[in-house]
Antibody
Framework: EVQLVESGGGLVQPGRSLRLSCTAS????????MSWVRQAPGKGLEWVGF??????????EYAASVKGRFTISRDDSKSIAYLQMNSLKTEDTAVYYC????????WGQGTLVTVSS | DIVMTQTPLSLSVTPGQPASISCKSS???????????LYWYLQKPGQSPQLLIY???NRFSGVPDRFSGSGSGTDFTLKISRVEAEDVGVYYC?????????FGPGTKVDIK
């Protein structure tokens, strides 16, 4: 079964950092791009960024709202994608999902990040 | 960024009746490779989104055939031929022809 499991969320103060992990199973992780999408409480979906597979350079793209603060990386040997979030703002409060490829399937269960003092 | 709009934003449907959701994009989603990069997702209450339709009209694996997608260019439609109780949730369209991928605001479907 193809599965994605996010972890690492929690309560963090504005200006601090947090790293989320997305652990994959059931497929050849290294063959796929991986994306992060977030959903603020009661709101819609917002793409955060993605990392291409090594075959396509392993490069990254980010939403303007997080560029320069967030970094996506991957460890294909462990089948994990990471979202390093620095200089967090209250508006970054959301459930963060990881998802696979450009067609966004499957999605993990999400991990809640709350940025508050 | 490409702006995605959806109508209606909410829909209350009697079980067994059809439902239709419109999605419009601010730019054409037809790529030079001939594909149109428009997707539909359903987020059931308390769950993560799930892929229903890819590239306008292709049902994803395991999606019931009562769901269908159509459209071209900038105008798209998701239809449910006979709504069932398990279809409640928020439906999102999304484009990925251009970075950043953008989602519509969502259409909340509930049962009368």
């Amino acid at each position: 079964e193809v599965q994605l499991v996010e972890s690492g969320g929690g309560l963090v103060q504005p200006g601090r950092s947090l790293r989320l992990s997305c652990t994959a199973s059931g497929f050849t992780f290294g063959d796929y791009a991986m994306s992060w999408v977030r959903q603020a409480p009661g709101k819609g979906l917002e793409w955060v960024g993605f990392i291409r597979s090594k075959a396509y350079g392993g490069t990254t793209e980010y939403a303007a709202s997080v560029k320069g603060r967030f970094t996506i990386s991957r460890d294909d040997s462990k089948s994990i994608a990471y979202l390093q979030m620095n200089s967090l703002k209250t508006e970054d409060t959301a459930v963060y999902y990881c998802t696979r490829a450009s067609w966004f399937d499957p999605w993990g269960q999400g991990t809640l990040v709350t940025v508050s003092s | 960024d490409i702006v995605m709009t959806q109508t209606p934003l909410s829909l209350s449907v009697t079980p067994g009746q059809p439902a239709s959701i419109s999605c419009k994009s601010s730019q054409s989603l037809l790529h030079s490779d001939g594909k149109t990069y428009l997707y539909w997702y359903l987020q059931k209450p308390g769950q993560s989104p799930q892929l229903l339709i890819y590239e306008v009209s292709n049902r994803f694996s395991g999606v019931p055939d009562r769901f269908s997608g159509s459209g071209s260019g900038t105008d798209f439609t998701l239809k449910i031929s006979r709504v069932e109780a398990e279809d409640v949730g928020v439906y999102y369209c999304m484009q990925s022809i251009q970075l950043p991928p953008t989602f519509g605001p969502g259409t909340k479907v509930d049962i009368k």
